[in-house]
């Protein structure tokens, strides 16, 4: 097996996760919070284009615990970074895999 070969089955199975993860209306919101944060002002918890998990369950009315299952499949899918800072926990969102997503749709 050829180095393309490994890089294009890594490549295509990181697009499938990232579609599986986006069959979510929920993961599908959470990315669209992540799409248009910007820096609070006056906000000294996050950087800028990062959002709080606490923030995230408090926008969509879901447990802490419901917020941290739909960040790990993000995460596994390549479509959100996290930044664990002693409590918190903050994401940013991932355009370059993004980009990709949508690159691979406009190829059908």
Known sequence: MTTAHITATYEATRIDAAFK????????????????????????????????????????????????????VLRDAGLVDARKDGWWVYYTLRRDTLAA???ELSNL
């Open 21 to 72: 993860a986006l069959s979510s209306a929920p993961r599908r919101e959470i990315l669209r919070i992540l799409g248009e944060s910007t820096p609070d002002a006056g906000k000294s918890c996050c950087a800028p284009d990062e959002v709080c998990g606490c923030k995230l369950s408090e926008h969509l009315g879901l447990a802490a615990s419901t917020i941290s299952h739909h960040m790990t």
């Open 101 to 103: 997503v949508k690159e």
